[in-house]
């Protein structure tokens, strides 16, 4: 039996192992995308909170050569060999974010994901306050970049603002989807909100 508050390896971390993915979350991405079907060939992507690189990898396969795949995190990435993919380290809440993601692509965006997480503290207000902070961060980074019938994905925290949150990513997508990825830790507060068909 295993000792008290040790954590066993569990199924998601072996398989990201044996399959040379940068991150568990790697099957987070690749179930969001495939419920949702937001990953097309040739789809220019943000990823914004992107270090190691899991959802990265999947990204990048699915788009493929003719797409782009820009990620951004406060964490260095290790480089990609695909040259469609570019990453950078920046911190999405700096006053110069903006400018410094149009240097890196300044054209129009197809899908901006976020799994921007603060650093926990234990105090669920101020976590879930942090991470609603990056979520809307993402979601104004999506509606000012993202090209008509673009999609949005980003997570957050439940609890505080969270209706908030939802309300305001409806107001500027078609369809508004919750998705909890099979892949998501046991106990994890964690949800993802997409936004799907972005509104002229
Ligand atoms: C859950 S991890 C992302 C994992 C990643 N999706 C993957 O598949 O490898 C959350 C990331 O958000 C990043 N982050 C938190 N605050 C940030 C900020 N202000 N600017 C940029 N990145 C930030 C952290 O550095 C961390 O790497």
């Given at each position: 039996m295993a000792k008290k508050g040790y954590t066993p390896k569990d199924h998601f971390f072996k398989q990201a192992k044996s399959q040379g993915l940068r991150a568990r979350s790697a099957f987070k991405i690749d179930e969001i995308a495939k419920r949702?079907?937001?990953?097309?060939?040739?789809a220019r992507v943000l990823d914004m909170?992107?270090?190691?690189g899991g959802f990265l990898q999947v990204i990048a396969d699915a788009v493929g050569p003719a797409g782009l795949v820009v990620g951004v995190d406060l964490a260095p990435i290790r480089p990609f060999t695909q040259p469609w993919v570019r990453t950078a380290v920046l911190d999405v809440l700096a006053e110069d974010f903006d400018g410094k993601l149009k240097a890196l692509y300044d054209g129009p965006l197809d899908v901006v994901v976020s799994d921007l997480a603060p650093k926990t503290t234990g105090i669920r207000t101020t976590d879930e306050a942090r991470s609603q902070r990056l979520a809307h961060k993402a979601l104004d980074v999506a509606m000012a970049r993202s090209a008509l019938g673009g999609h949005f994905v980003a997570k957050l925290f439940m609890g505080g603002d969270f209706e908030e949150f939802r309300a305001a990513v409806k107001g500027a997508y078609a369809e508004v989807k919750l998705v909890r990825p099979e892949a998501t830790r046991g106990g994890s507060m964690e949800i993802y909100v997409a936004g799907l068909n972005r509104r002229p």
């Open positions: 949702l079907g937001i990953l097309k060939k040739g909170g992107a270090a190691p």
